[in-house]
């Protein structure tokens, strides 16, 4: 905000300032009497700020009201080399805050002992020592009625918290430790309540990888168990719901949250282990995952929710080095369209997805188009980036609409901050409760006009600093200056017409934040882990298991949490990538070896192996030939044939060729997908042709003749032989031969061969039993040659 904002404020009345100061005045003199007759004293001076430090570790009620009494308790520790003596610690009630910038300015030098602040309190509202040794830590706790702190008009009022002592080198009373904070002080209700809308964040980082198992519950696989960590008893995560389920918060969810901890709660994630398997989740953690689910579900109810886009996606890093990727913003598309479905199928409640939050807040024309364009028309902005220009003496209300149905939502930076530091101890959480507060009562004091203001702090708050958040936002439940408001009716409320709502340029953008952004090289690798999934997908007989875990992941990729973890987020980049890779290459054609064709035609089988759990399709197989004029297939350069195969299976797919010339030709098999993209790599092989010509034909073909020809030459000579026998042993007789006799002509079975069956014999000539053989006729030995033309070879299967 515009520091015009602080000159107004609400002050004490003239005539109790001037009793205060006459009153400190009276009882200074007989002090400053006694300096003027001791000439030898030395003045009274701070300590050096390393001397004694003052832990302020509560502050009870954080806002005072009338009849109130005022408890601080805190611990006072000697950091100095020298003894501490007489020493006490008391309460020291400083001057009225008119400005949020005064509320600043003595945040930056809280612990400083010069400068004082303003007097002490006194009397019976101290704790003594009488004695602090180097090192030496001691607790305190002083109480005090309000009505004794001598507070002014309503306002924020300094408080100091001091331990006053004497040392051997300087032996006289002195301040030697102080820690200043904030009271504010409005007893009565104020006449206008500030609107204050305090966002509750819930994110995490990425913890969920694209692998997932081969079985139909398609187990996850975790990057680690830290998730685990953060959901047990005590966790941040289980921290912020905890504290979260009584407040009057809008809560803000990642959908990948959910995702994550939904899988853990049905108990079937996995983890890496060192030798590069996976191991199941311990059983424990699912019912932590499960008691966390439920804890959450029922904080949410009747509460607004708001759903940013599944992952967080950097929005910044998206604007300024991702939309000159091709295919970027479709992404964003995908996680706002993905988290309404995933919250509402978890909380069982309906999100708003209506709002964009950039990192910190910090806008420019680009991040507000691209925030836009996914169908959000509220971006969450904040006071430091989206600042005042007009000079207006107060802050404004949260909404200002920006052009094109577009509302910027622009969260007050001094509270969204109030709780980055390190707030693990007490003492540097009360102080941030207290300035918190401070800087809420000095805006609504600004003006009797009624504005809504939106608190929304970092996105990933630690334990220590949920603590801190949570106290702040009870306080300001039970205080008289501030009521709570929903986001929605934050971004919808009336804007100030005087308000800033022009938003900053490109260039004013904060260098800090830049430096943290994803690169153009980290988008065109998500360009293409999406490029090889859409191609991957097309042969998927079942898409889902593939396209949602790594869709998913692709978002992650994204994610917001990558700021300040480039290493981890390439990593990331990375497996996802190699995973698909992996899978698509489990659909493949398999290495072939040289192969030998005989004949002017010939069939080879190209094999494409699946090793994927489920059937693949969608696919074409091309065989093409190097050298068409010498090997065609299925009669031209190349042919293809869709391919189908099961999972787990292997498929033989036959080609026909047709050689021209003799020669080694290669040969090109490769998938392709249905519109016409290649598919894995291909798998090259030689096909060596030997051409069969005539010669050659007629040689194998009297080769074949003369096999026949003997075989039957051997047929004939057993023939003569056994007709020799039956001649030598004279004609049988009945007995013997059956029903026939000796001369018939007869082919019963008393005779064993019948006119024409002895192969020198000529068809119906008659012989008798014992008729010698004639040395002139003797058998043929060749058979008549074949005329009929040679073969065309024989087909080759391999």
């Given at each position: 905000?515009?520091?015009?904002?602080?000159?107004?404020?609400?002050?004490?009345?003239?005539?109790?300032?001037?009793?205060?100061?006459?009153?400190?005045?009276?009882?200074?003199?007989?002090?400053?009497?006694?300096?003027?007759?001791?000439?030898?004293?030395?003045?009274?001076?701070?300590?050096?700020?390393?001397?004694?430090?003052?832990?302020?570790?509560?502050?009870?009620?954080?806002?005072?009201?009338?009849?109130?009494?005022?408890?601080?308790?805190?611990?006072?520790?000697?950091?100095?080399?020298?003894?501490?003596?007489?020493?006490?610690?008391?309460?020291?009630?400083?001057?009225?805050?008119?400005?949020?910038?005064?509320?600043?300015?003595?945040?930056?030098?809280?612990?400083?002992?010069?400068?004082?602040?303003?007097?002490?309190?006194?009397?019976?509202?101290?704790?003594?020592?009488?004695?602090?040794?180097?090192?030496?830590?001691?607790?305190?706790?002083?109480?005090?009625?309000?009505?004794?702190?001598?507070?002014?008009?309503?306002?924020?009022?300094?408080?100091?918290?001091?331990?006053?002592?004497?040392?051997?080198?300087?032996?006289?009373?002195?301040?030697?430790?102080?820690?200043?904070?904030?009271?504010?002080?409005?007893?009565?209700?104020?006449?206008?309540?500030?609107?204050?809308?305090?966002?509750?964040?819930?994110?995490?980082?990425?913890?969920?990888?694209?692998?997932?198992?081969?079985?139909?519950?398609?187990?996850?696989?975790?990057?680690?168990?830290?998730?685990?960590?953060?959901?047990?008893?005590?966790?941040?995560?289980?921290?912020?719901?905890?504290?979260?389920?009584?407040?009057?918060?809008?809560?803000?969810?990642?959908?990948?949250?959910?995702?994550?901890?939904?899988?853990?709660?049905?108990?079937?994630?996995?983890?890496?282990?060192?030798?590069?398997?996976?191991?199941?989740?311990?059983?424990?953690?699912?019912?932590?995952?499960?008691?966390?689910?439920?804890?959450?579900?029922?904080?949410?109810?009747?509460?607004?929710?708001?759903?940013?886009?599944?992952?967080?996606?950097?929005?910044a890093s998206l604007a300024h080095n991702g939309t000159s990727v091709t295919g970027s913003l479709s992404h964003l598309k995908d996680a706002t369209?993905?988290?309404?479905?995933?919250?509402?199928?978890?909380?069982?409640?309906?999100?708003?997805?209506?709002?964009?939050?950039?990192?910190?807040?910090?806008?420019?024309?680009?991040?507000?188009?691209?925030?836009?364009?996914?169908?959000?028309?509220?971006?969450?902005?904040?006071?430091?980036?989206?600042?005042?220009?007009?000079?207006?003496?107060?802050?404004?209300?949260?909404?200002?609409?920006?052009?094109?149905?577009?509302?910027?939502?622009?969260?007050?930076?001094?509270?969204?901050?109030?709780?980055?530091?390190?707030?693990?101890?007490?003492?540097?959480?009360?102080?941030?409760?207290?300035?918190?507060?401070?800087?809420?009562?000095?805006?609504?004091?600004?003006?009797?006009?009624?504005?809504?203001?939106?608190?929304?702090?970092?996105?990933?708050?630690?334990?220590?600093?949920?603590?801190?958040?949570?106290?702040?936002?009870r306080a300001l439940r039970g205080s008289t200056w501030s009521q709570s408001q929903d986001l929605t009716a934050a971004a919808k409320a009336e804007?100030?017409?005087?308000?800033?709502?022009?938003?900053?340029?490109?260039?004013?953008?904060?260098?800090?934040?830049?430096?943290?952004?994803?690169?153009?090289?980290?988008?065109?690798?998500?360009?293409?882990?999406?490029?090889?999934?859409?191609?991957?997908?097309?042969?998927?007989?079942?898409?889902?298991?593939?396209?949602?875990?790594?869709?998913?992941?692709?978002?992650?990729?994204?994610?917001?949490?990558?700021?300040?973890?480039?290493?981890?987020?390439?990593?990331?980049?990375?497996?996802?990538?190699?995973?698909?890779?992996?899978?698509?290459?489990?659909?493949?054609?398999?290495?072939?070896?040289?192969?030998?064709?005989?004949?002017?035609?010939?069939?080879?089988?190209?094999?494409?192996?699946?090793?994927?759990?489920?059937?693949?399709?969608?696919?074409?197989?091309?065989?093409?030939?190097?050298?068409?004029?010498?090997?065609?297939?299925?009669?031209?350069?190349?042919?293809?044939?869709?391919?189908?195969?099961?999972?787990?299976?292997?498929?033989?797919?036959?080609?026909?060729?047709?050689?021209?010339?003799?020669?080694?030709?290669?040969?090109?098999?490769?998938?392709?997908?249905?519109?016409?993209?290649?598919?894995?790599?291909?798998?090259?092989?030689?096909?060596?042709?030997?051409?069969?010509?005539?010669?050659?034909?007629?040689?194998?073909?009297?080769?074949?003749?003369?096999?026949?020809?003997?075989?039957?030459?051997?047929?004939?000579?057993?023939?003569?032989?056994?007709?020799?026998?039956?001649?030598?042993?004279?004609?049988?007789?009945?007995?013997?031969?059956?029903?026939?006799?000796?001369?018939?002509?007869?082919?019963?079975?008393?005779?064993?061969?019948?006119?024409?069956?002895?192969?020198?014999?000529?068809?119906?000539?008659?012989?008798?039993?014992?008729?010698?053989?004639?040395?002139?006729?003797?058998?043929?030995?060749?058979?008549?040659?074949?005329?009929?033309?040679?073969?065309?070879?024989?087909?080759?299967?391999?």
């Amino acid at each position: 905000m515009a520091e015009a904002a602080d000159i107004q404020g609400t002050s004490a009345s003239p005539a109790r300032r001037w009793m205060r100061r006459a009153g400190t005045l009276l009882a200074g003199t007989p002090l400053l009497a006694g300096l003027l007759q001791l000439p030898d004293a030395k003045p009274a001076q701070a300590a050096s700020s390393d001397t004694v430090s003052v832990s302020l570790d509560s502050l009870s009620p954080s806002a005072p009201t009338d009849g109130d009494t005022l408890t601080v308790s805190g611990t006072v520790t000697n950091k100095g080399r020298q003894t501490v003596t007489g020493a006490h610690v008391g309460l020291r009630v400083g001057p009225q805050l008119t400005t949020r910038s005064a509320i600043d300015s003595v945040a930056r030098h809280s612990d400083e002992p010069q400068g004082g602040t303003g007097s002490e309190v006194g009397g019976k509202y101290e704790q003594k020592f009488a004695e602090l040794a180097p090192g030496d830590a001691e607790h305190f706790s002083i109480s005090v009625p309000v009505d004794k702190l001598d507070l002014g008009d309503d306002g924020v009022y300094e408080l100091g918290v001091a331990l006053s002592g004497r040392t051997s080198a300087q032996p006289w009373e002195q301040l030697l430790g102080i820690q200043r904070t904030f009271l504010p002080w409005q007893p009565s209700e104020a006449d206008s309540k500030t609107k204050t809308t305090f966002l509750w964040p819930l994110l995490s980082t990425a913890h969920m990888t694209a692998r997932t198992g081969a079985g139909e519950l398609q187990t996850p696989v975790f990057l680690d168990d830290d998730l685990a960590s953060e959901l047990a008893p005590g966790g941040r995560l289980a921290r912020m719901v905890d504290l979260g389920k009584d407040l009057d918060v809008t809560w803000v969810i990642d959908p990948d949250l959910l995702a994550s901890v939904d899988a853990m709660a049905v108990g079937n994630y996995r983890l890496p282990a060192a030798d590069g398997t996976t191991t199941a989740g311990p059983r424990e953690h699912q019912a932590v995952a499960k008691q966390w689910l439920a804890a959450l579900q029922k904080a949410v109810a009747g509460k607004e929710v708001v759903a940013l886009p599944f992952g967080d996606p950097d929005l910044a890093s998206l604007a300024h080095n991702g939309t000159s990727v091709t295919g970027s913003l479709s992404h964003l598309k995908d996680a706002t369209d993905v988290a309404a479905i995933t919250v509402k199928t978890v909380l069982h409640v309906t999100p708003t997805t209506d709002f964009a939050w950039p990192v910190n807040g910090a806008v420019d024309p680009s991040i507000m188009k691209v925030a836009t364009s996914a169908g959000a028309d509220r971006v969450i902005a904040r006071s430091d980036s989206l600042q005042e220009t007009a000079g207006l003496p107060y802050t404004p209300s949260a909404a200002r609409p920006v052009g094109g149905g577009t509302t910027a939502v622009v969260a007050d930076a001094r509270m969204s901050t109030a709780f980055e530091d390190d707030l693990t101890k007490a003492g540097p959480a009360t102080l941030a409760v207290q300035r918190f507060l401070a800087q809420s009562l000095e805006l609504n004091a600004q003006t009797d006009k009624q504005r809504s203001i939106v608190v929304a702090p970092q996105r990933m708050p630690t334990a220590g600093q949920a603590e801190a958040m949570a106290a702040a936002v009870r306080a300001l439940r039970g205080s008289t200056w501030s009521q709570s408001q929903d986001l929605t009716a934050a971004a919808k409320a009336e804007p100030d017409p005087r308000a800033t709502t022009r938003i900053p340029s490109t260039s004013v953008y904060p260098s800090s934040l830049r430096r943290h952004e994803l690169p153009r090289t980290a988008f065109e690798q998500i360009a293409r882990t999406q490029d090889k999934l859409d191609n991957f997908q097309v042969i998927l007989t079942d898409q889902s298991r593939v396209v949602t875990p790594f869709g998913r992941a692709i978002n992650r990729e994204m994610s917001t949490s990558w700021r300040g973890r480039g290493g981890e987020a390439d990593s990331y980049r990375g497996d996802v990538e190699a995973w698909l890779d992996g899978l698509a290459d489990q659909v493949k054609l398999i290495d072939k070896s040289e192969t030998k064709l005989s004949g002017r035609s010939a069939t080879i089988p190209v094999t494409v192996q699946n090793n994927l759990v489920q059937p693949v399709g969608h696919l074409v197989l091309r065989l093409t030939s190097t050298m068409p004029t010498r090997l065609k297939i299925g009669g031209k350069a190349y042919y293809e044939q869709r391919v189908e195969v099961s999972g787990g299976h292997s498929q033989s797919v036959k080609f026909t060729t047709s050689a021209n010339a003799n020669g080694r030709v290669t040969v090109v098999a490769q998938l392709f997908t249905e519109d016409g993209q290649e598919y894995g790599d291909p798998v090259s092989f030689d096909v060596k042709v030997t051409e069969v010509t005539p010669t050659v034909m007629l040689v194998i073909g009297g080769g074949v003749l003369l096999l026949v020809l003997a075989g039957f030459r051997m047929y004939t000579q057993r023939k003569r032989a056994a007709a020799r026998q039956t001649g030598d042993d004279g004609p049988g007789t009945a007995e013997d031969d059956g029903p026939g006799t000796a001369g018939e002509d007869t082919d019963g079975p008393g005779n064993p061969e019948a006119p024409g069956d002895r192969p020198d014999e000529k068809p119906g000539s008659a012989s008798g039993a014992d008729d010698p053989e004639q040395p002139s006729d003797p058998a043929p030995d060749t058979a008549p040659e074949n005329a009929d033309p040679s073969g065309t070879g024989e087909r080759v299967d391999r």
